[in-house]
Nanobody
Framework: QVQLVESGGGLVQAGGSLRLSCATS????????MGWFRQAPGKERDFVGL???????YYVDSVKGRFTITRDYAKNTVYLQMNSLKPEDTAVYYC??????????????????WGQGTQVTVSS
């Protein structure tokens, strides 16, 4: 059983930056593609980006050039660096793991494990 624990959320002004972390345990980190999703109040959980087991990254258009996903294999941790934050980035952010042999996916339903989420609030 893989456990995921997010941290690093908080309140930031528009234009600011935050770095979210997702620490993993209980599995072989290198065997998973890792995704980041976010959910605003009253909305569905939306894809933000992902990083594959081979460090290839994909992002939704609205965050390209502002957000960067990296992973540290020594720490079994994946990061979401968020720059130039906007009020519309306000949401609960979740990391998720999908077995790498299953391929990449932008759909939340296809991920096998989830963290508890961390709140990001961007004030205008």
């Amino acid at each position: 059983q893989v456990q995921l624990v997010e941290s690093g959320g908080g309140l930031v002004q528009a234009g600011g930056s935050l770095r979210l972390s997702c620490a993993t345990s209980g599995g072989t980190f290198s065997r998973y593609n890792m995704g980041w999703f976010r959910q605003a109040p009253g909305k569905e959980r939306d894809f933000v980006g992902l990083i594959t087991y081979s460090d290839v990254t994909y992002y939704v258009d609205s965050v390209k050039g502002r957000f960067t996903i990296t992973r540290d294999y020594a720490k079994n941790t994946v990061y979401l660096q968020m720059n130039s934050l906007k009020p519309e980035d306000t949401a609960v952010y979740y990391c998720a793991a999908r077995r790498s042999f299953s391929g990449i996916s932008y759909s939340a339903d296809s991920y096998d494990y989830w963290g508890q989420g961390t709140q990001v609030t961007v004030s205008s």
